[in-house]
């Protein structure tokens, strides 16, 4: 049972330059989310998207595109790199869990940004 | 203000002693309250929610609530060096499904 899978791991980008994270969750999962980790900002979450077919921007979304392709996956894209999109990206999953939605987080993606 | 506030730590524990870990949240209205575990390079993992006043015990962990000051916390009993990570307090808000904090590095001294 791999979870929730994201690619790249590492990638390392010019300004101006442009890529896109992919995240694929095989839970059967209906949320999944993408957030970012900066150091003393704690995780914000860029999007969001509740089903197939619906996204919604979270705190941080200037920047960032998403696409949710299908259930499984829900892709980020960054139409052209700054420095300050450098950061750590967390994708992740969730499903109900008495009374609460229970998070699943891929590995993470370093992106850095020159 | 920030919405879920912690202190950033390092907190520095001797092996076997009681590690406690603090957050405070600024949203009355929030109703549920988890704690994440991340080791270095590593992604989130939750090891406990909570959403009554009170304390909610697993194993070693308790999850201490009070709605009235606002404060979570979280007790790690006979901390041991494996439990050395950053202590992610999140509370479920009424715009964004999750609010974390900015997380505690706890450091369990062998």
């Known amino acids: 049972n791999a979870g929730v899978t994201q690619t790249p791991k590492f990638q390392v980008l010019k300004t101006g330059q442009s890529m896109t994270l992919q995240c694929a969750q095989d839970m059967n999962h209906n949320s999944m989310y993408w957030y970012r980790q900066d150091p003393g900002m704690g995780l914000r979450l860029i999007y969001y998207s509740a089903s197939e077919g619906t996204t919604d921007k979270g705190e941080v979304p200037n920047g960032y595109n998403v696409s949710r392709l299908n259930k499984r996956e829900f892709s980020l894209r960054l139409e052209s790199a700054a420095p300050s999109q450098t950061s750590v990206y967390f994708c992740?999953?969730?499903?109900?869990?008495?009374?609460?939605?229970?998070?699943?987080f891929g590995s993470g993606t370093q992106l850095s940004v020159l | 203000q920030k919405e879920v506030e912690q202190n950033s730590g390092p907190l520095s524990v001797p092996e076997g002693a009681i590690a406690s870990l603090n957050c405070t949240y600024s949203d009355r209205g929030s109703q549920s309250f988890f704690w994440y575990r991340q080791y270095s390079g590593k992604s989130p993992e939750l090891i406990m929610f909570i959403y009554s006043n009170g304390d909610k015990e697993d194993g070693r962990f308790t999850a201490q609530l009070n709605k009235a000051s606002q404060y979570v916390s979280l007790l790690i009993r006979d901390s041991q060096p494996s439990d050395s990570a950053t202590y992610l307090c999140a509370v479920e808000g009424r715009t964004y499904k999750y609010i974390f904090g900015t997380g505690t590095r706890l450091k369990v001294l062998a």
């Open positions: 992740a999953s969730s499903e109900p869990a008495g009374g609460y939605e229970k998070l699943f």
